[in-house]
């Protein structure tokens, strides 16, 4: 199988550098963009793992082309034109900062396909978005963070203030706050997908304000890393599985598995039946994975964790069922009523219980 790797700098704006032979043409052309570098071990390695399991899938019928750590902005732009330009059928932009260079682009190139990562914006017939309940893995990890914090105080890395991240601290905090009524939940705003030297740096933060747990939605193992320094101390894989840290201080992880998703896509590129879609899927489509809970976390509590993860998967429950109030104190959910995805999808407020304000 040949494949095609991207080398060229971004924000150099350089051109596509290839290995091997020309493509044939009567091979698919798939190609992806990450925001952060493959070796991440989290957001984008996990993403390339996608990409590797096309390659398996359909062997000599596709080639591959992939651009890691391309900035977010006119960088973006100047990759995804690079890469239409070269013949991809179908591109994968990875990361939401993606999301205005992926609509511009395509409407340049109408024959080529364009899948965006975590956003909203479909403004063409040839522009998917795609997605993953990430809460809904957030609501099992903070059942087991609000049952193993000894300082009641868990604490949450956050990237940046867009819904998915927002969803994400309300679940862990909800879901904490059921099983251990007196937990507090601390955010600090890190401003990056993937900057190990920032994330550590808010890790230690937390710490000192004496966290026990963390939960971070950044890329790379950072957190994990400044967590094992201080005895007690635990927190969770985020995106992959991070399992270099178990037992402790990964107790578990929330896993991203992109590869169905990739493989259908390509697929249908293939065979002609590629058509505009919006998906966002979840622990039962097993696009969300909850990584295997250690021998740190007791028995009983992981036998719990397991319990939600499978009514979630189910239907049984949904992470977001009320009562609930919103920040403020007023009324968001009554008793028994469900969150809907538009809600969701344009979550800018904290639930009940949590301090700080969300940055504008």
């Not at 596709?62 to 059928?89: F, I």
């Not at 578990?252 to 990739?262: E, G, H, L, T, V």
Request: with cysteine; proline share 5%; hydrophobic share 40%.
């Amino acid at each position: 199988m040949k494949r095609r790797h991207l080398l060229a700098t971004a924000a150099l704006g350089l051109g596509l550098v290839t290995s091997g032979a020309a493509m044939a043409q009567d091979k698919t052309k798939a190609c992806w963009v990450y925001v952060g570098p493959i070796g991440d071990l989290g957001w984008s390695y996990q993403h390339h793992q996608g990409l590797l399991a096309v390659e398996a899938a359909y062997g000599d019928k596709v080639e591959t082309a992939y651009q890691e750590s391309v900035p977010e902005g006119a960088d973006a732009e100047r990759v995804l034109t690079q890469m239409a330009l070269s013949g991809c059928d179908i591109i994968f932009t990875t990361s939401f900062g993606y999301m205005d260079a992926t609509n511009a682009v395509a409407a340049k190139f109408p024959d080529v396909k364009f899948e965006h990562a975590t956003g909203f914006k479909r403004e063409h017939p040839n522009v998917s978005t795609y997605n993953a309940r990430f809460y809904e893995g957030r609501a099992v990890m903070g059942t087991i963070a609000g049952r193993m914090t000894k300082s009641n105080k868990i604490g949450y890395i956050g990237s940046f203030p867009i819904p998915e991240v927002v969803q994400g601290i309300n679940a862990s905090f909800i879901h904490a706050k059921k099983v251990n009524p007196a937990v507090e939940i601390k955010v600090v705003w890190a401003y990056t997908w993937f900057d190990p030297a920032k994330e550590a740096d808010a890790a230690k933060a937390l710490i000192e304000q004496g966290v026990d747990v963390i939960l971070a939605h950044t890329d790379s193992t950072a957190p994990l890393a400044e967590a094992q320094k201080t005895p007690g101390v635990i927190g969770f894989g985020q995106a992959s599985d991070m399992i270099d840290y178990a037992p402790s201080p990964r107790v578990s992880s929330i896993i991203d598995n992109w590869a169905p998703y990739y493989v259908k896509q390509v697929g249908a590129v293939m065979d002609g039946t590629w058509a505009q879609t919006d998906t966002w899927a979840g622990i039962g489509d097993g696009e969300v994975e909850i990584g295997a809970i250690t021998e740190a976390v007791p028995a009983e509590v992981k036998a719990e964790a397991e319990a939600l993860a499978a009514s979630i998967a189910s239907g049984a429950y949904h992470p977001f069922t009320g009562p609930l109030k919103k920040q403020d104190g007023s009324d968001w959910l009554a008793e028994g009523a469900v969150a809907d995805d538009g809600t969701l999808a344009g979550m800018n407020f904290f639930v009940e219980g949590i301090e700080g304000e969300i940055p504008k």
